[in-house]
């Protein structure tokens, strides 16, 4: 979560993109433009710190949202005043809309992920593979993020082409997903995750990896193995969830 220190690092960086116009070649030769791949870059970090600190639902948050949706000057001089009365406000009510971290929502969401197979069931939903769990679990992260990429591409380790299952760019976490099914054993879910922390230490901006292991049938009971995992790769912090739990 962003604090009011990095929200008014942001606003001094929107104050100094609207020093910069850019040459305008369209056919709105009176209305200057700023530096296109600066200005997108702060909008997109802007948002992403909005997201976390005062949410989506919030109206300033859609009326920045609303002004940056191109580089014309005229847009972003309301986007910063805009960005200014954010932070007044957050000023003088220290305690932020949304005050649950993103660990949080994440390992809530993982850890409830079977109570909400099971309410499925009653809509005659099922979920029987892996493919599936990655579906719903995209859907419920969705409530909260919007930039979530499925089967994210991993720099080549050992000349093999690798993919994590979800990356949720918003906050940089990724989610890989191993489904405790049918023949499968416990000793060749913790032989892949180990492989797989090996490889996903390439994976690029990426500051921490859940690795969610789906029990639905209660193949998994002895859950200590999974505590030997090493909690880092790299700089990339490693968490491991089960559920259901006996």
Request: glycine letters at 4%; aromatic letters at 8%.
């Given at each position: 979560?962003?604090?009011?220190?990095?929200?008014?690092?942001?606003?001094?960086?929107?104050?100094?993109?609207?020093?910069?116009?850019?040459?305008?070649?369209?056919?709105?030769?009176?209305?200057?433009?700023?530096?296109r791949r600066k200005t997108q870059e702060w909008k997109l970090k802007t948002l992403t710190c909005l997201k976390?600190?005062?949410?989506?639902?919030?109206?300033?948050?859609?009326?920045?949202k609303k002004h940056t949706q191109t580089t014309y000057k005229h847009e972003i001089e309301k986007a910063v005043p805009t960005l200014k009365i954010i932070i007044k406000n957050l000023e003088s009510n220290p305690k932020p809309k949304n005050n649950t971290s993103n660990d949080e929502i994440i390992e809530t969401i993982l850890n409830r992920f079977h109570k909400v197979v099971v309410e499925l069931k009653e809509l005659d939903l099922e979920i029987q593979k892996e493919s599936d769990v990655k579906k719903l679990l995209k859907a419920l992260l969705g409530i909260y993020y919007e930039n979530i990429?499925?089967?994210?591409?991993?720099?080549?380790?050992?000349?093999?082409?690798?993919?994590?299952d979800l990356y949720i760019k918003d906050i940089n976490y990724g989610i890989e997903i191993k489904l405790a099914k049918n023949s499968i054993q416990q000793r060749q879910i913790v032989e892949q995750i180990n492989d797989d922390i090996q490889k996903y230490q390439k994976l690029p901006n990426c500051e921490k990896i859940y690795f969610f292991i789906y029990n639905p049938?209660?193949?998994?009971?002895?859950?200590?193995?999974?505590?030997?995992?090493?909690?880092?790769?790299?700089n990339i912090e490693i968490t491991t969830i089960v559920t259901p739990k006996l």
């Open positions: 979560m962003c604090n009011i220190d990095e929200l008014k690092d942001l606003l001094n960086e929107g104050e100094n993109l609207l020093k910069i116009i850019e040459s305008n070649n369209s056919m709105f030769r009176d209305a200057p433009c700023l530096d976390n600190t005062i949410g989506t639902e919030d109206e300033l948050y859609h009326e920045f990429k499925v089967e994210e591409p991993v720099e080549s380790y050992a000349d093999i082409g690798s993919q994590i049938d209660f193949l998994i009971k002895n859950h200590a193995s999974f505590d030997d995992l090493p909690p880092k790769t790299g």
